[in-house]
């Protein structure tokens, strides 16, 4: 399984960005997607995940800002994240997790100006 991420890019704050990340390979059954986040010195931490029949979580830093969603036909995750803040610039990684194994995409850079 691989994971393909874009969307990344710099934004000032109040802007949007909206991240892709589409997954190729076997892919059966049940599971989680998920985007992540780590800014320099800090931990990676879960922005939000989505499970395959559409139950969200968030992080409670950008809740009411970020959506989480997923086409379970094309296997791709999506995060839509509005009013940017400068804390929400990381380097951004989506993850797929099944009961079998965990599978992370490569890091897309997302840079808020304020």
């Known amino acids: 399984v691989q994971l393909q991420a874009s969307g990344g890019g710099l934004v000032q704050a109040g802007g949007s960005l909206r991240l892709s990340c589409a997954a190729s390979?076997?892919?059966?059954?049940?599971?989680?997607m998920g985007w992540y986040r780590q800014a320099p010195g800090k931990q990676r931490e879960l922005v939000a995940s989505?499970?395959?029949?559409?139950?969200?979580n968030y992080v409670d830093s950008v809740k009411g800002r970020f959506t989480i969603s997923r086409d379970n036909a094309k296997n791709t995750v999506y995060l839509q994240m509005d009013s940017l803040k400068p804390e929400d610039t990381s380097v951004y990684y989506c993850?797929?997790?099944?009961?079998?194994?965990?599978?992370w995409g490569q890091g897309t850079q997302v840079t808020v100006s304020s």
């Open positions: 993850k797929l997790q099944n009961p079998y194994n965990s599978y």
């Open positions: 989505i499970t395959t029949g559409g139950n969200t």
């Open positions: 390979g076997v892919i059966a059954g049940i599971n989680v």
